[in-house]
Antibody
């Protein structure tokens, strides 16, 4: 099970940190991801992190602004989002990487960037 | 890699079959010989759920009326007999060449 938290309303240029609590599987054995969905739009992969946190990958639009990290001792995944833009408004899902795909997904947390 | 789904919407009567196509701009065959093409279903107001991975492997708990097929650049999701719970959006996704992982635009399934 994956449960996200930390979403909310933030002004453009602001920051927010999302968390994802994992349970029911051995967290440190899996790559983890964040995927987002803007209102009424499709799915967009945001970031990946290796099991031990040593490697992270990002979609170009968030590079230099977002940071994915994890705490394997606490079974937590994070997404630190800085310099937020209106176009970052979306539901953010955490997901476990399985067979270079995503399964399962959390319920999502809504981030709204607006003045 | 751009994935193009068709149709973007379809209306199907209960008990009838449905088919969704996903075309890739490049071959999705990985250097390890596998093809990492997945299908997801998203009901209104819910998070996505994976149905199929590696073209044709059905996830645990997914009804056998769902099947995936294809190779190279052309892939298909088929529902043998549509049920009311199958409404929603369907997305294909490639994990062969990442970053980035990419998704199709989505196909909306409605009951006629």
């Amino acid at each position: 099970q994956l449960v996200e938290s930390g979403g909310g309303l933030v002004q453009p240029g602001g920051s927010l940190r999302l968390s994802c609590a994992a349970s029911g599987f051995t967290f440190d054995r899996y790559w983890m991801s964040w995927v987002r969905q803007a209102p009424g739009k499709g799915l967009e992969w945001v970031a990946n992190i290796r099991q031990n946190g040593s490697d992270q990958y990002y979609v170009d639009s968030v590079k230099g602004r977002f940071t994915i990290s994890r705490d394997n001792a606490m079974n937590l995944l994070y997404l630190q989002m800085n310099s937020l833009r209106v176009e970052d408004t979306a539901v953010y899902y955490c997901a476990r990487v399985s067979f270079t795909s995503f399964n399962p997904w959390g319920q999502g947390t809504l981030v709204t960037v607006s003045s | 890699i751009v994935l193009t789904q068709s149709p973007l919407s379809l209306a199907v009567s209960l008990g009838q079959p449905a088919s969704i196509s996903c075309r890739s701009g490049q071959s999705l065959v990985h250097s390890d010989g596998n093809t990492y093409l997945s299908w997801f279903h998203q009901r209104p107001g819910q998070s996505p759920r994976r149905l199929i991975y590696m073209v044709s492997e059905r996830d645990s708990g997914v009804p056998d009326r769902f099947s995936g097929s294809g190779s190279g650049t052309e892939f298909t999701l088929k529902i043998s007999r549509v049920e009311a719970e199958d409404v929603g959006l369907y997305y294909c996704m490639q994990g062969t060449r990442w970053p980035p992982y990419t998704f199709g635009q989505g196909t909306k399934l409605e009951i006629k």
